[in-house]
């Protein structure tokens, strides 16, 4: 339900970074600091976020038969085998279900792109802000392939070099890799956000 949030957060410090001051922590609490109204449509945005994630995820399960997540139980059994565990890892069925869950969350969170920022500075209504969002995505959708493309290319880059790691360190110090890693992955994305907006809307003015 917070991911629309700190999207919005990660969008205030690209602003404040290309406006040459300082960000700092309380920048996730702006969304917090606006009036009433933008307030309630952020709320009411990012429920209807956590309602079409839920609703994506069952409808895997559904497609799925619950068998993704059955071989995830197996995967996280300590007591399994280690070949077993070796087996589960490489299963079609793990690959399939990520594959199609990445997906559908994908395709969720297309129109909540630019939503949480139409509401905040924008002062857009839920609707108008998704509306907003789809169709700038669709009027861009060249640009945002090629960003989706490059992202992708990093993610495959992050996963050969945790196979690496695993195949040099092993399983327990390559975690440790892992974690900060993904971190790094993350902050990154979010922080790609704020350009995508600027160059769809414009610097926001009431900022």
């Not at 945002?144 to 195949?167: D, E, K, R």
């Amino acid at each position: 339900m917070m991911v629309p949030l700190l999207g919005l957060a990660y969008m205030c410090a690209g602003l404040r970074t290309a406006r040459g001051q300082l960000v700092q922590p309380q920048v996730f609490a702006e969304p917090w600091r606006q009036g009433p109204v933008v307030r309630r449509n952020l709320l009411q945005l990012c429920a209807l976020y956590m309602l079409a994630c839920v609703l994506s995820i069952l409808m895997c399960d559904v497609l799925d038969g619950g068998e993704f997540n059955r071989q995830l139980g197996l995967l996280s059994d300590a007591m399994a085998k280690s070949q077993d565990m070796e087996q589960l890892a490489i299963s079609p069925a793990i690959a399939q279900g990520m594959f199609m869950r990445l997906v559908a969350t994908t395709l969720v969170g297309l129109p909540f792109w630019h939503a949480p920022a139409l509401v905040m500075w924008g002062q857009q209504s839920v609707a108008q802000a998704l509306f907003s969002s789809t169709i700038a995505l669709w009027r861009a959708k060249a640009a945002f392939t090629v960003f989706g493309l490059a992202w992708a290319g990093v993610m495959v880059g992050a996963m050969a070099v945790v196979a690496v790691l695993s195949g040099l360190l092993g399983g327990g110090l390559t975690m440790l890799a892992v974690v900060p890693l993904g971190i790094a992955m993350i902050g990154a994305f979010q922080a790609s956000l704020y350009p995508t907006y600027r160059d769809c809307f414009g610097e926001p003015e009431s900022a």
